[in-house]
């Protein structure tokens, strides 16, 4: 990928980058916050929970992804200086309680915070009464959760774009969710298309493998920009290898589940093994990932 030289700008290194070759991005290594254009009005931020998106321009800004608390006063710093409107909508994709940074400082910021109605039910809102206590680790970050649900659908109309955010199956989790900006042509796919390596299906958030894997085949063609919850903006053939990985070794893991072999048999034969080099280097270990799909397997049996 070609890439510009690094450079200042509101005291965050900015990398702007051509996204024609989908190649490896490259960050600034003077910054722990990438910034990359994907078009002048459609920003995407890579922090330590991940990828984070900004649609900003004169009608203010749309954050989407999973911002951290520490990433938020640095991201604001950025929108400030590409528009003049204070006008601030994020929407948070689901993360698992454990690293979960609810609205990430947010909505103290005046910022309108939605959440999927699954996950912020994680989080002890979207109740039918008064709220439930906010999570400890909420508490400890200094931050809420977000205060605004939605079912299947939210949409916006925002700096010439339309932007859907439409719930999906389950696929990492019951609240899945993909972002779909169509005037940039680029669609979020959080954690249902990590990007740094295998995926995680997550039953205590109401994951499902074939969720996940229906999810990712409405997006193996086409001309569009890939946004995965970490890593390089991509397209359509990536998302199709991965899924088609998936589905490769879900196949296998099934053959020997029918062969009555053990989920210690299973790992032993090390079923991920040509995929390794590629997609085991991630938050999801081969032998974890092995794991999901057993498991996934194993219950349909029950």
């Known amino acids: 990928m070609n890439s510009q030289p690094c450079y200042r700008r509101l005291g965050i290194t900015i990398l702007l980058l051509s996204f024609g070759s989908m190649g490896k991005s490259a960050y600034c290594a003077q910054d ?6 994907i078009t002048p009005h459609l920003l995407v931020f890579a922090t330590d929970d991940g990828n984070v998106l900004a649609l ?3 009608d203010g800004a749309l954050i989407v992804g999973t911002p951290s608390a520490a990433s938020t006063p640095r991201i604001s710093s950025v929108l400030a200086g590409r528009t003049k409107s204070a006008v601030r909508y994020v929407v948070i994709a689901p993360q698992d309680l454990a690293h979960s940074e609810g609205d ?3 909505g103290r910021r005046g910022a309108f915070v939605a959440m999927q109605e699954n996950a912020i039910q994680r989080l002890g809102g979207h109740a039918m009464g008064p709220p439930g206590q906010q999570p400890p680790r909420l508490i400890q970050l200094g931050v809420d959760r977000p205060r605004v649900s939605f079912s299947e659908a939210l949409s916006f109309d925002l700096n010439g774009d339309a932007i859907h955010i439409v719930h999906q199956p ?3 989790s019951d609240a899945d969710a993909i972002v779909h900006f169509h005037v940039a042509n680029t669609v979020y796919l959080g954690e249902v298309f990590p990007g740094d390596g ?5 039953p205590a958030q109401g994951g499902d493998l074939d969720g996940l894997i229906k999810t990712l085949g409405s997006w193996t063609g086409g001309t ?3 946004v995965p919850a970490r890593g ?3 397209n359509g053939a990536n998302v199709e290898a ?3 990985m998936i589905v490769a070794v879900r196949g296998r893991v099934q053959q020997m589940i029918n062969a009555g072999q053990t989920e210690s048999q299973v790992l032993a034969a090390h079923p991920t093994s040509e995929f390794d080099d590629r997609w085991g280097h991630g938050r999801v270990p081969p032998e974890i990932f092995v794991h999901e799909v057993y498991a996934a397997l194993s219950s349909r049996k029950r």
């Open 224 to 226: 569009f920009r890939i």
């Open 32 to 37: 722990p916050i990438g910034v990359a254009e």
């Open 170 to 172: 389950p696929g990492y």
């Open 198 to 202: 295998y995926p995680m299906v997550d």
């Open 56 to 58: 900003v321009g004169p």
């Open 104 to 106: 990430a400082g947010w």
């Open 232 to 234: 390089s903006v991509t």
């Open 242 to 244: 991965f899924r088609d």
